[in-house]
């Protein structure tokens, strides 16, 4: 996923703390902001969830040497294959590092010890690069602490969102990208390749996407019902305009995971409507119903698409 993860551990942890923890309290953000302790903990879970990613820098870096033959794009995406989704995405890293992220707080010198035993298992398992990497993720992972701290979070909810955010990203891959190495450093296979229910490429593309959308719903309706909003009078009814981009399932020529570039930029632009739909100043209201509406004029687009495809192009 591209930012499904953040949104489903924003949506677990969130719902578990607004419904079974403490009474919750206001805490500050930064910039003045106050939120409640179950959104608090909720962001810090989908901060940690994206944390990851970082292991792109990698492949960021790999640019500067780009060969004549090859452009930027291609380059920084083969490098991105070398190391994406190895001891940043490990079961073994994400318990490990919630540990060394929970101490910190209390022990300084005990937590960035198992921290650096993370890093140790990084350059063990990838080398020089791959202890640089680990370390990358280490110092950013300590930013989401410090801002965590800020907020007025302890060290167990900085655990659990820890453990939650990182142990959620790696599941989250497995319908768009070759499955990550769950217990790096050590290499067992637990998936052998991405889950693709359907022969037809499209619909696999269409289930990936699907899914982004449905943990994305997940994780604002999540964050809404904690703020007593109603969605239902945020949702402007020009979303259902989405639907007009069934037809485009007759010009892509059979979208995949491996080539989304054409479907995901185009159905993305329909939730312009979103934005363009409202006349009104700008203000938190306002901006919820726009950010909604293009969700659900994405959302409608999805569908559109799905049944013009199934009905009319037919799947292979």
């Given amino acids: 996923m591209f930012v499904g993860h953040a949104f489903l551990a924003f ?167 070759e499955p990550p190495l769950f217990f790096a450093p050590w290499e067992f296979d637990v998936i052998g390749g991405r889950i693709e229910p359907f022969v037809d490429p499209t619909l696999n593309l269409l289930l990936a996407f699907g899914t982004e959308l449905a943990v994305i719903w997940f994780g604002l309706l999540v964050g809404l019902w904690l703020a007593g909003i109603d969605c239902r009078r945020h949702v402007h009814a020009a979303a259902t305009v989405g639907i007009a981009y069934a037809p485009m399932a007759l010009v892509l020529r059979q979208p995949s995971v491996d080539n989304a570039t054409p479907f995901v930029a185009t159905i993305l632009l329909v939730g312009v409507v979103g934005v363009v739909s409202f006349r009104r100043p700008l203000s938190s209201d306002t901006t919820v119903t726009a950010a909604l509406t293009a969700l659900a004029t994405i959302t409608f687009a999805w569908l559109g698409f799905t049944l013009a495809y199934v009905t009319v192009t037919g799947p292979v």
């Fill in 11 to 177: 949506g677990i942890v969130a719902l578990i703390a607004g419904r079974y923890g403490p009474e919750t309290r206001p805490l500050g953000l930064p910039g003045g902001v106050t939120v409640g302790s179950a959104v608090a903990v909720g962001l810090a879970a989908a901060l940690f969830s994206s944390l990851p990613d970082v292991d792109v820098a990698h492949a960021a870096f790999q640019v500067v040497t780009l060969p004549e033959e090859s452009t930027a794009f291609d380059h920084f995406w083969a490098a991105t294959s070398e190391r994406h989704r190895t001891t940043t995405h490990s079961l073994v890293v994400a318990v490990a590092a919630s540990v060394g992220f929970a101490l910190w707080p209390v022990g300084r010198w005990l937590g960035l010890g198992v921290l650096a035993g993370v890093v140790a298992l990084g350059a063990v398992a990838g080398g020089i690069v791959g202890g640089a990497v680990m370390t990358v993720f280490v110092l950013v992972g300590l930013l989401v602490v410090t801002l965590a701290l800020k907020t007025g979070l302890a060290g167990r909810s900085i655990f659990t969102a820890a453990v939650v955010g990182l142990s959620i990203h790696p599941f989250t891959d497995l319908l768009t990208g």
